[in-house]
Antibody, heavy 121, light 107 residues
Framework: QVQLVQSGAEVKEPGASVKVSCKASGYTFTNYAIHWVRQAPGQRLEWMGWINAGTGNTKYSQKCQGRVTITRDTSASTAYMELSCLTSEDTAMYYC??????????????WGQGTMVTVSS | DIQMTQSPSSLSASVGDRVTITCRASQGVSNYLAWFQQKPGKAPKSLIYAASSLQSGVPSKFSGSGSGTDYTLTISSLQPEDFATYYCQQYDGYPYTFGQGTKLEIK
């Protein structure tokens, strides 16, 4: 079945970087974009950016620009989100979600299970 | 950024009730409006996209409507599994933004 499976929980020190993976299965990876959304404890969802898995084009939120890098490996049907210069404010659950590039209206129909990133000294 | 404001922020209802949640955007979003359901410790689940289109596999008790800046999610005949937090999201402009959530609780 269609699914996105993310890598496991991470604990990082302030100033470090974290790289989270999102492996797709059950569909043609390059027909979709992969978005990254995070949710700090008790907070609303926050969009971070996306990558068109077919072209490799990316778009980032201004808030994250400069610290976030989204990449993909089409041979592995996997997208990655790397966040650098971590602070305690980056402690959150990180989700990937897909978005059909051929039909823009169909957004985030499948989500990963989430990866908890904790930033603590 | 487009600000998304949901009302109410919390809602108490009984099994069998029909409820409506409202989402208002700070500017028109051209029906690029989605609704998600989230249960504690789980990833969001897509319910509605393009303001009123039901995501595949989602029961027809969920419906969306609206245009311009004002959108609604209606859930009919509430069942115990429907008690969760609901979020709206606009994807008309970058950055995509979400509402603050509406927590639906059992009365």
């Amino acid at each position: 079945q269609v699914q996105l499976v993310q890598s496991g929980a991470e604990v990082k020190e302030p100033g470090a970087s974290v790289k989270v993976s999102c492996k797709a299965s059950g569909y043609t990876f390059t027909n979709y974009a992969i978005h990254w959304v995070r949710q700090a404890p008790g907070q609303r969802l926050e969009w971070m950016g996306w990558i068109n898995a077919g072209t490799g084009n990316t778009k980032y939120s201004q808030k994250c620009q400069g610290r976030v890098t989204i990449t993909r490996d089409t041979s592995a049907s996997t997208a990655y989100m790397e966040l650098s210069c971590l602070t305690s404010e980056d402690t959150a659950m990180y989700y990937c979600a897909r978005h059909h590039t051929g039909d823009y209206s169909v957004v985030f129909d499948v989500w990963g299970q989430g990866t908890m990133v904790t930033v603590s000294s | 950024d487009i600000q998304m404001t949901q009302s109410p922020s919390s809602l108490s209802a009984s099994v069998g009730d029909r409820v409506t949640i409202t989402c208002r955007a700070s500017q028109g979003v051209s029906n690029y409006l989605a609704w998600f359901q989230q249960k504690p410790g789980k990833a969001p689940k897509s319910l509605i996209y393009a303001a009123s289109s039901l995501q595949s596999g989602v029961p027809s008790k969920f419906s969306g409507s609206g245009s311009g800046t004002d959108y609604t999610l209606t859930i009919s005949s509430l069942q115990p599994e429907d008690f969760a937090t609901y979020y709206c999201q606009q994807y008309d402009g970058y950055p995509y933004t979400f509402g603050q959530g509406t927590k639906l609780e059992i009365k």
